[in-house]
Structures are given as structure tokens and as C-alpha cells.
């Protein structure tokens, strides 16, 4: 589950997104772009979708506001058939992906799901390092929660995947055990195959149809 920020200066544009994305997020909305911004600030959420009208372009402010201030989070722009001619402008700025609207829940999930991949992709990568671990890690038994996942997989490229991973930080040194699974199915299409616990617990164990390289396969096989 994401935490999404939505703004949309349409109430009922708002509450119809709201009701689309609520279901599997959590989902907090405004209804203009200063208060988008505060509430970006306050919150810290994990996506970002934001209306977007040609007579109002005031998403683009947004996105520049985001690259000024080195903030990563991706946005998800929504607009009717005329804001078409802002996507060239708003791509060049940083949008994972321009919708139309009103647009079908499974478009909506679909592109929520791989903006949030993207960012964590482009977060591994550029950090350099393994992904911060999760609370269930820092306080649970690792042991027993990779025994759970493994039990739980629905994924078929992650059966008996799920293993414990350390790093080895110096002489005599190793970093806490984490929960990872190297997925051959993301490696065979060109997804970084390694994914670690809060990814197998909600997506490979929960809605393989959230990860691209699952989708890919289907598409491919005709399932």
C-alpha cells in the first residue's frame, strides 16, 4: 500500500481518482496546488497524482517545483483530451505518465504500480545500496518470515525464492539479515532481478499482476 498524494482543483474529477486509487492506497487529496505543496512537505508520499487542464497548467509548476528542490517522488498526471498537447513539456519535466481522463481503474493501477517500481529501481540505483529494511525486519524473525513468504508465493518465478541476505561490511562483519528474492522472471526481461521485503510480502506474495515483468509474461504466453 502507497501513500498518494492527489490534487485536482475538480471536485468530482477528485473524488472519482480518490475512489480509484483508494482502494489499494492510501490515498489524501486537495484541491489546488499551494495546498498540494504543503501537504507534499507534511506527508512524504510515495506517488503523487495531479490534475492537468491546457487552460491550467499549473501541474508543470508542480514538476518544476519538484526538480528545484530534488524531490524524487514520481507524479502521475491526469487530464482531459485537450491537456494532450502539455505532454511533450510535462515527460521533458519528470512525469512517469500522462492519463486521460475519466481513466479505467486498471490503467490507473497499472500505472501507479510502475511509477512506483521505477522509483525504487532509480532509488537502488543511485543510492548504491540495498534498500533500508522494513520494520517487520529491524523486529521480527527473519527466518520465520522468509519461511512465511515462501508459503505464501503466488508468483511463480518466486516458489522457494525467498532467502536471507547479508552483507559481509568487514573482517568478521556482516550487515543484519533481510528477506530478498533474485527474481529470474524481472532478470529474463530486463528488470533488476533483485527485490527485497516489503516488494515479495505485497506484490509477489500478494498481486504478481503489479510487477511489469509478470505482466510481460502474460501478455507473451497469451495467459
Do not use: W
Not at 498524494?5 to 480518490?18: C, M, P, T, V, Y
Not at 491550467?56 to 491537456?83: C, F, H, I, Q, S
Not at 486498471?106 to 540505483?125: G, P
Request: charged residues 25%.
Amino acid at each position: 500500500m502507497a501513500r498518494i498524494l492527489l490534487i485536482h482543483s475538480d471536485g468530482n474529477a477528485r473524488k472519482f481518482l480518490e475512489a480509484r486509487a483508494g482502494g489499494r492506497h492510501q490515498v489524501h487529496s486537495v484541491g489546488d496546488m499551494a495546498r498540494g505543496i504543503r501537504a507534499l512537505e507534511g506527508m512524504g508520499p510515495d506517488l503523487l497524482i495531479a490534475g492537468i487542464d491546457h487552460h491550467k497548467p499549473e501541474a508543470l509548476d508542480l514538476l518544476r517545483y519538484l526538480r528545484r528542490n530534488g524531490r524524487k517522488v514520481p507524479v502521475l498526471l491526469v487530464g482531459p483530451a485537450g491537456a494532450g498537447v502539455l505532454q511533450p513539456a510535462a515527460m521533458k519535466l519528470g512525469a512517469a505518465a500522462f492519463l486521460e481522463y475519466p481513466v479505467e481503474q486498471l490503467t490507473l493501477e497499472q500505472a501507479i504500480s510502475d511509477a512506483l517500481e521505477q522509483a525504487r529501481d532509480r532509488e537502488r540505483s543511485s543510492a548504491g545500496r540495498l534498500p533500508r529494511l522494513a520494520s517487520e525486519e529491524e523486529t521480527g524473525n527473519v527466518s520465520q518470515l522468509q519461511e512465511r513468504l515462501n508459503e505464501r508465493m503466488e508468483c511463480f518465478a518466486g516458489k522457494n525464492q525467498v532467502y536471507l541476505q547479508a552483507l559481509i561490511l568487514g573482517p568478521g562483519q556482516k550487515s543484519k539479515p533481510r528477506v530478498a528474492l533474485k527474481c529470474p522472471l524481472r532478470k529474463q526481461y530486463g528488470y533488476p532481478p533483485d527485490v527485497y521485503y516489503e516488494y515479495i510480502r505485497d506484490v509477489c506474495c500478494g498481486r504478481p499482476s503489479e510487477c511489469p515483468a509478470f505482466r510481460t509474461f502474460q501478455k507473451r504466453s497469451g495467459g
